[in-house]
T-cell receptor, first 113, second 118 residues
Framework: AQSVAQPEDQVNVAEGNPLTVKCTYS??????LFWYVQYPNRGLQFLLK????DNLVKGSYGFEAEFNKSQTSFHLKKPSALVSDSALYFC???????????WGAGTKLIIKP | EAGVVQSPRYKIIEKKQPVAFWCNPI?????LYWYRQNLGQGPELLIR????????DSQLPKDRFSAERLKGVDSTLKIQPAELGDSAVYLC????????????????FGPGTRLTVL
């Protein structure tokens, strides 16, 4: 069965420090991996995705994520956090050629000034 | 380019009343999704359309929920009658897919409709 785990309910980071939001997955076959961000009272905004190719994927707002096949992980990173990055972050996975997205439970990111 | 548009943004109703949500996807997107998101959780797929055809409605509670996408563009999701447990955010998403090949692209979401059932 497909699954996504976001092991941290909340991540606290000081502004200017690097941030990491963790995601691990379990899926048969080749995965499609996504990160979305959700601000309060807003819909989900697409940040980045991994389909194939370079393991380091760059996305919106300075975020990037690294696909690690051996560890089945797709952690979201940013070199220098901004207070405005505070939001709820969701990791999602689908199998190659399958539209069905399996979602993680979300990680609340809090950036403190 | 306009994103996915949803209305209303908020709706408060009494239980047993009907309610409807409207979604207009990104222009040209052939696939449309309706999701339900409970507080603190990821979205749960309710139904997926390819053009005007509902190709996956296995998660839709058909006793009270219905949806349509008559012309393959905008869509309406209805609940009748609403129950207390229906309180959630209803999200619409769209994507541009190569139909018939199972190749799917990124899903883009609207702002959602927050439903409160009293």
């Amino acid at each position: 069965a497909q699954s996504v785990a976001q092991p941290e309910d909340q991540v606290n980071v000081a502004e200017g420090n690097p941030l990491t939001v963790k995601c691990t997955y379990s899926v048969s076959g080749n995965p499609y991996l996504f990160w979305y961000v959700q601000y309060p009272n807003r819909g989900l905004q697409f940040l980045l995705k991994y389909i194939t190719g370079d393991n380091l994927v760059k996305g919106s707002y300075g975020f990037e994520a690294e696909f690690n096949k051996s560890q089945t992980s797709f952690h979201l990173k940013k070199p220098s956090a901004l207070v405005s990055d505070s939001a709820l972050y969701f990791c999602a996975v689908s199998r190659h050629s399958n539209y069905q997205l399996i979602w993680g439970a979300g990680t609340k990111l809090i950036i403190k000034p | 380019e306009a994103g996915v548009v949803q209305s209303p943004r908020y709706k408060i109703i009494e239980k047993k009343q009907p309610v409807a949500f409207w979604c207009n996807p990104i222009s040209g997107h052939n696939t449309l999704y309706w999701y339900r998101q409970n507080l603190g959780q990821g979205p749960e797929l309710l139904i997926r359309y390819e053009n005007e055809e509902a190709v996956d409605d296995s998660q839709l509670p058909k006793d009270r929920f219905s949806a349509e996408r008559l012309k393959g563009v905008d869509s309406t999701l209805k609940i009748q009658p609403a129950e207390l447990g229906d309180s959630a955010v209803y999200l619409c998403a769209s994507s541009l897919d190569v139909l018939g090949t199972e190749i799917t692209d990124t899903q883009y979401f609207g702002p959602g409709t927050r439903l409160t059932v009293l």
